[in-house]
């Protein structure tokens, strides 16, 4: 087979990009993940980030117009991540409703993971920057929705095949679920014992219980 030619353009975000050019933008978003966990979003500096890439700062910018872009890119990268991730883990395990099981994938934890994920981090510096910075906040707040409404969609998938109460609202339910596991993680991440991993099925199943028609 013929090697592909470098000079091939491809169409990224709306940009003609050379295919070489999505291994930097790979390599920046894993960086502005790890900077944005290790020191906080308020914290975080452009120059800082591209240096853990390998990059020049004013690299940056050829992919994104701002720090709170680029946090939001970090934060789709890292939960696409984490979904992979999640649904490798869970693939040999037992749980039975095939709800339940992709509720679990969407926790960005799973019982593989030895420590806080960076996902779960960069979710709480989301929220608290989302809180705190009215500019953030217009950058954040679409995929701050959006992973809501990744909760809500199985939500309703579960009341249209008749294994959830159709008497509370499915959005109603995923805020329930997200904020639980948003408070665990803020607990585990200020250093309080975390729910052991064998505990969890049986918590899941006396919580859904409670929603069962």
Not at 23 to 39: G, P, T
Not at 179 to 206: K, N, Q
Request: hydrophobic content about 45%; glycine content about 6%.
């Amino acid at each position: 087979m013929a090697s592909e030619s470098p000079n091939r353009i491809v169409q990224v975000d709306g940009r003609r990009r050379r295919p070489w050019a999505l291994v930097s933008q790979e390599n920046l978003l894993n960086a502005a993940v790890e900077e944005i966990a290790r020191v906080g979003f308020a914290k975080a500096r452009l120059v800082d980030i591209a240096k853990r890439a390998g990059m020049t700062a004013g690299s940056v910018y050829t992919w994104f117009e701002d720090k709170e872009h680029l946090f939001q890119a970090a934060l789709e990268h890292s939960l696409s991540e984490q979904l992979r991730k999640n649904t490798e883990a869970f693939a040999g395990t037992d749980i039975k409703d095939s709800f339940l099981h992709q509720i679990a994938v969407l926790v960005p934890r799973n019982h593989v993971d030895d420590h806080p994920t960076d996902i779960q981090q960069l979710l709480i510096e989301c929220y608290y920057a989302a809180w705190r910075d009215q500019r953030a906040r217009g950058a954040l707040l679409e995929g701050i929705e959006e992973h809501h409404r990744m909760f809500v969609r199985v939500f309703e998938g579960a009341q249209r095949d008749g294994h959830l109460t159709t008497e509370v609202k499915a959005s109603n339910m995923a805020s329930f679920l997200l904020a639980m596991h948003t408070g665990l993680a803020m607990l585990t991440l200020a250093g309080a014992p975390r729910i052991p991993d064998h505990e969890w099925p049986d918590i899941y199943v006396r919580i859904f219980n409670a929603f069962r028609p």
